[in-house]
C-alpha cells in the first residue's frame, strides 16, 4: 500500500479550520516540478503557482507577458511534486478581464490541464462577476487585494497601497465583496499592517498577507525571494532565509575550477 494515502490533503476547508483555530497558514511559490516536491515535503500548507513566473523565470521585468498556456505548463509541473500542499494557481494578465465568460473558461482550462486545487486572481469589485461565475463553476477562488501587480501600469508603482483613507475604505468593501461572492481566501499584498488586521478581523473566510503585517491569517513569500536567488530584490516585508545566490555561485565556480585543473572527475568517479 503507498504511502500517499495516509497523508490528508490540505483542502481549502483546511485552512478555512485554521483561520478558527488561530493557527497560521503557510504558503510559499513554485513553479517547477523539484521545488514543489520539496516545499511539500517540508509541509507547507499551500503553494502558489504565481504569475511572478513572468519575472523570476521568464525574465520579464512585470507579471503582465505571461500567457495562460505558461501558467498551465508551470502548474502541471508544480502539481506532479505534490501530495499534500493546496496548489492555488494565478489567472495571469488578459485571462480574465474582458469578462466572465473568459474568466470562467481560463480557470476551467487550469483545473482540467493542471490538476490543481484553486485559482487566484486580481482585484475587488470590478472582477465580482467573474468570481461568481468561477465559484458558481465549482471552482475555488482566492481573491488578491491590495498591491495588484497586473495593474502595475495603472498605478505606475510598486508602493504600499491605501495609505490613503478612501482607498482603505474601497479594500475594506472589497474584501467582504469577495467572501460575499465566495471567495475561500484572500491575498492581501503590501498594504499598512495595522488595515489588514482589521480587514483579517472582519472576515470568516483566511487572509494571507504578503507585506501585510503579522495580523494576517498566513504569509507568503516568493521562492526566489526568501532562499535569496535574486538579492537585488530585498523589501522591507522579506526575510531571507537562504543565501543561494551567493552559494549557488560559489559551487559553480568551485565546479569550473576542478574542471579546469582537471581534478574533476577523479579516478573513484570514472568508470
Known sequence: MSSHKEIKKVTTHTLLQLKTQGSPISMITAYDYSFARLFDTAGVDAILVGDSASNVMAGHETTLPITLDQMIYHAQCVVRGVHRSLVVVDLPFGSYQSNPDIAVASSIRIMKETGGHAIKLEGGEEVIDSIRRIVSAGIPVMGHLGLTPQSIYKFGTYTVRAKEEAEAEKLKRDALLLQEAGCFALALEKIPAQLAGTVSR?????????????????????????????????PRFLRQYLDLENQVTSAVQTYIRDVKSRNFPNQQESY
Do not use: R
Open 202 to 234: 472582519s472576515l470568516n473566510i483566511p487572509t494571507i498577507g504578503i507585506g501585510a503585517g503579522p495580523e494576517c491569517d498566513g504569509q507568503v513569500l516568493v521562492m526566489h525571494d526568501m532562499l535569496g536567488i535574486n538579492n537585488e530584490f530585498k
